[in-house]
């Protein structure tokens, strides 16, 4: 059975599609299996070499296709060139068969290759990936602290008499599986329902901690992706604030145990975690 590949670019509120069915088809595509890859080491005492450090380099992705030739195609043609600026960040979503993964970039060149007026007008894109990996296309959140129902239907709640419908359970440990190919950075979200004070994240021996004080409907949101780390209350900046013991960690491949504490009102945070899944490719 043929392999089923679509793809859609996504900048700046715009999409351009390219599949069997739009106007424009994908010839060949390049890159999105997987990315460069360097290797340090040092020579030792010993035969051979002592790997120091593995890289994953930046990514390359080339597309070749062409444009349908119909009472459309100058149209096509134009928002092509209009769509792949340089200047703008992208996202490209690939589909192989049921498979879809994204992963964000910027067009490093862009050109029609055709020399035939007459034929059908192809192109080629390339797109540079300064962070290689593709990730899920869905973020995957857990919410730690879980509500046990109390009722099931049919209900009888008693005249002057209410019924409890649930109770929140106070487990301030949880279990994440990262099932991707390698660790991954997490966006944490922290609700105050009464005052907390200097909440604490921890993950596999490492963790964040942030010297503040939040009360009824703060939000904390502590980010450790890479180049995306930060911490914000409420949306401003605090990433001052972050205890000089901590350390951003990331998600192991496997199974992690993520805890959250304070030095006071543990009990009143709500915590959610959301994560994306990184892969080497598609």
Do not use: W
Not at 83 to 88: A, D, G, I
Not at 100 to 122: A, D, G, L, P
Not at 156 to 181: C, E, F, H, P, S
């Amino acid at each position: 059975m043929a392999s089923k590949l679509e793809l859609v670019f996504s900048s700046k509120n715009k999409k351009i599609e390219m599949n069997k069915k739009s106007d424009f088809r994908v010839i060949s595509i390049q890159g999105i299996e997987a990315s460069q890859y360097s290797i340090s080491s040092i020579n030792g005492n010993q035969d051979g070499y002592i790997v120091t450090h593995e890289k994953i380099e930046p990514r390359e992705i080339t597309i070749v296709g062409d444009i349908e030739k119909n009472s459309n195609e100058d149209i096509n043609r134009n928002a092509l060139i209009s769509f792949f600026n340089p200047k703008l960040e992208g996202e490209l979503k690939v589909t192989r068969n049921d498979n879809s993964k994204k992963i964000s970039y910027r067009v490093s060149s862009f050109r029609f290759t055709n020399t035939n007026m007459h034929e059908f007008i192809t192109f080629e894109i390339v797109l540079k990936c300064a962070n290689p990996y593709f990730e899920s296309i869905d973020n995957y959140g857990k919410d730690i602290a879980t509500i046990t129902k109390q009722f099931a239907f049919p209900l009888a709640i008693l005249q002057n008499k209410g019924k409890i419908m649930g109770y929140k359970t106070y487990n301030n440990n949880v279990q994440l599986y990262n099932d991707g190919d390698c660790e991954t950075g997490c966006e944490i979200h922290i609700k105050a329902t009464s005052t907390v004070i200097k909440p604490k994240i921890s993950l596999n021996n490492k963790f964040v901690a942030v010297n503040v004080e939040m009360s009824l409907g703060d939000e904390l949101i502590i980010n450790t992706n890479q180049r995306k780390k930060s911490i914000l209350l409420n949306g401003n900046n605090i990433i001052q604030k972050i205890d000089r013991q901590s350390s951003f960690f990331n998600l192991d491949v496997g199974d992690n145990i993520m805890k959250y504490e304070s030095d006071e009102g543990y009990e009143s945070m709500n915590v959610t975690v959301y994560f994306y899944k990184k892969y080497l490719g598609v």
